[in-house]
């Protein structure tokens, strides 16, 4: 899983890349949030079988908060492919507030 793993941070930079800013863009609660690539967490990499994989990756916004993004993903060959657009948790104020979760859909 260490090339999944490599591949989806290169997805991440790379789209990071393309934006002017060189942020991570994506929606939440109607809002576009620029965000940095903190951390993919290895221990929460899981296989979902027929080359379907699922990670979770903390991102810093430029608001200054945590968010948990986790994306879902296909291997076919050397090729790695993000199914669908990420799902975001803010984990600001996670200890009181809990979760809030933001866009998940098709890319």
């Not at 076919?76 to 009181?96: I, Y």
Request: aromatic share 12%; with cysteine; proline share 2%.
């Amino acid at each position: 899983m260490s090339s999944v793993s490599a591949g989806l941070k290169e997805f991440i930079s790379g789209y990071s890349a393309k934006s002017a800013d060189k942020k991570f863009h994506m929606p939440y609660n109607r809002k576009d949030l620029a965000l940095d690539f903190v951390k993919l967490h290895d221990d929460r990499f899981s296989s979902l079988g027929g080359n379907k994989y699922f990670a979770c990756v903390d991102m810093k916004g430029a608001d200054g908060r945590m968010y948990d993004i986790d994306f879902m993903m296909v291997v076919q060959g050397d090729k790695l492919t993000v199914l669908k657009r990420p799902f975001t948790k803010s984990t600001a104020n996670r200890s009181t507030t809990g979760s809030k979760t933001a866009a998940f859909g098709k890319r």
